[in-house]
């Protein structure tokens, strides 16, 4: 195991750390937590981080702050300063589906914790968690097709999976916008909180996540992951591997001897 990943390493981000769980949260509030080059590489540090030492992550944004007057934000989406001037050659580097995708192919699950804006790419970063829990306050779309281009960081793709095809085409096609009470009723969060109390509840859910066997949950989510056509095969061979596993044995013997009490 690593030494922990250095919270002071970081310009776009705030990092904290705990035996079982990395905590980041998207910190550019002057600009509403606009995803730019900077936090994409820094995000690529935090998933080098992840895979060489497991963790669940937790996603967050800038919370509110009711003496300042100011509300919370996860992120406004892509850096539009820096989206204009990008072309074709950019594009076709996958810049922010590249960071999506190796976030939420990381080995223990990814839980984003979300108030106030997640649109455009924000938003796509959200759907490339495994998990999402919102607040009243959160507001959620890809309004990409009125600034002239698409969302092509996951959500043409992950939207129709979560919410369903027409759902996903009328925020994808019509850009509408999801309010927090609407993401809940069409699943697209599991959870809503109050603003106040949305770090405790994806804490929380992290606790849950945390009684679980670390190795049992990381092959569990890959091959939940796993093509159509690789199943039942891959269920069996991984069902394999936890079978030997040393875990396998203490819990089961702990449950049996729990109900013999």
């Not at 509403?32 to 995000?43: F, G, K, P, T």
């Not at 796509?124 to 890809?142: C, H, K, Q, S, V």
């Amino acid at each position: 195991m690593a030494e922990n990943l250095p919270a002071d390493g970081f310009s776009t981000l705030q990092v904290s750390e705990s035996d079982d769980r990395l905590l980041v949260a998207l910190n550019r509030p002057e600009v509403r937590n606009a995803i730019d080059q900077l936090m994409v590489d820094e995000l690529h540090t935090v998933c080098s981080y992840l895979e060489a030492n497991p963790k669940i992550l937790i996603l967050c944004g800038t919370p509110a702050d009711p003496d300042a007057g100011t509300k919370g934000i996860f992120a406004s989406g892509a850096d539009i300063a820096q989206l204009r001037e990008r072309r074709r050659d950019d594009a076709l580097a996958g810049i922010n589906s590249g960071i999506f995708d190796r976030l939420a192919k990381l080995p223990m699950p990814v839980i984003a914790a979300l108030d106030g804006f997640a649109l455009g790419g924000g938003a796509e970063l959200a759907y490339a968690a495994d998990f999402r829990i919102g607040t009243p306050d959160l507001r959620m779309g890809n309004p990409e097709t009125g600034l002239g281009i698409m969302a092509a960081a996951g959500a043409t793709w992950r939207l129709k999976e979560l919410v369903g095809e027409p759902l996903a085409k009328e925020i994808l096609l019509a850009g509408k916008v999801l309010k927090g009470e609407e993401c809940l009723r069409v699943g697209l969060i599991t959870e809503l909180v109050e603003g106040a109390d949305l770090l405790s509840a994806a804490s929380a859910l992290a606790d849950r996540i945390g009684t679980q066997d670390p190795l049992a949950v990381r092959i569990t989510k890959s091959v939940f992951h796993a093509p159509r056509e690789a199943h039942p095969v891959i269920d069996t061979l991984a069902q394999g591997m936890l079978f030997e596993s040393q875990a396998k044995f203490d819990r089961m013997a702990a449950f049996l001897d729990r109900k013999k009490k």
